[in-house]
């Protein structure tokens, strides 16, 4: 009986430990509630009240399923943007074919005394005749293609501004060059289509290269033909200019090394051998 009693004594005691921490956690659960219904009474306080119109218009903008509308480019607009990169390169190959099979300018005797702006003009002629043809041809080409060009008659015109400019350097390079100057033209074209800035945006590619694309005649054609194509704003004058000192500088150099080959041929043809002496009869 007294170990009963003592069980039960040490059961009372933790009985009434219990109890006490019961009304500590009720204690700690009335000021939980205390602080959600501080909490809710603030948060009802900052929603937001709409007026009716409000209301009809958030209804709208909720139940109005969002659409997304995906699509691949206009191949009409891709093609349009790669026909001005063709086109200047192939004009400018061209050109340069025209001349791996002929000199730069005429030769022989029946041209020893004309002069030398003759000589350049109608060296030039055949090979600008012949890139026009190839030009009407590759715009011709892209007229059956449909694809769509801003201004239609200012890139003819263009084009044979380019067609001029190209056949003038081509002519220039392979007459002061002598024979490495077809080598050198193609080397130029290298040149050039490096600076087109295909690899990266002009824009981010190195000073030096941004210079070239703004100077040389195969980015500046480039340029213009692709503003006439697609339309908006450009720099169509800065690429005439381009093109046309390309062409006045390459007629100036031409016309320089076809002056020099004709005096070293007038100074070799002046010299004339003397008679041999008649024959004895005697």
């Known amino acids: 009986m007294?170990?009963?009693?003592?069980?039960?004594a040490s059961g009372t005691t933790k009985l009434d430990s219990g109890a006490h921490q019961l009304a500590d956690g009720a204690?700690?659960?009335?000021?939980?509630?205390?602080?959600?219904?501080s909490g809710l009474t603030s948060g009802a306080k900052q929603v937001p009240s709409y007026t009716d119109d409000q209301r009809?218009?958030?209804d709208t903008v909720v139940t109005t399923p969002v659409t997304v509308a995906a699509s691949a480019d206009?191949?009409?607009?891709?093609?349009a943007?790669?026909?001005?990169?063709?086109?200047?390169?192939?004009?400018?190959?061209?050109?340069l074919m025209m001349l791996l099979t002929r000199p730069p300018v005429p030769v022989g005797l029946s041209w020893a005394q004309a002069s030398p702006a003759r000589r350049v003009l109608f060296g030039l002629a055949p090979v600008v005749l012949v890139g026009l043809v190839q030009a009407g041809l590759l715009l011709g080409l892209v007229a059956i293609a449909k694809v769509p060009i801003s201004s239609p008659l200012g890139l003819v015109l263009f084009a044979g501004l380019g067609v001029i400019a190209f056949a003038a350097t081509n002519q220039a390079l392979v007459s002061v060059f002598s024979r490495v100057g077809r080598l050198v033209s193609l080397a130029f074209a290298l040149v050039e289509a490096?600076?087109?800035?295909?690899?990266?945006?002009?824009?981010?590619?190195p000073a030096a290269l941004q210079l070239l694309n703004t100077a040389l005649p195969l980015p500046q054609f480039v340029s213009g033909a692709a503003q006439l194509m697609l339309g908006g704003r450009g720099n169509l004058a800065s690429a005439c200019l381009v093109l046309s000192l390309w062409t006045v500088l390459a007629l100036g150099a031409s016309l320089l090394a076809a002056s020099r080959?004709?005096?070293r041929v007038g100074g070799v043809e002046t010299v004339h051998p003397s008679p041999a002496p008649a024959p004895s009869t005697a």
């Not at 204690?27 to 219904?37: P, Y």
């Open 2 to 8: 007294a170990v009963a009693a003592d069980q039960l």
């Open 27 to 37: 204690d700690q659960l009335a000021d939980g509630a205390d602080q959600l219904a």
């Open 56 to 58: 009809k218009q958030l």
């Open 74 to 79: 206009n191949p009409s607009t891709v093609a």
């Open 81 to 95: 943007g790669l026909v001005p990169v063709v086109l200047g390169l192939a004009l400018w190959i061209g050109t």
């Open 194 to 205: 490096a600076a087109l800035g295909g690899l990266m945006p002009i824009e981010t590619a």
């Open 261 to 263: 080959r004709s005096s």
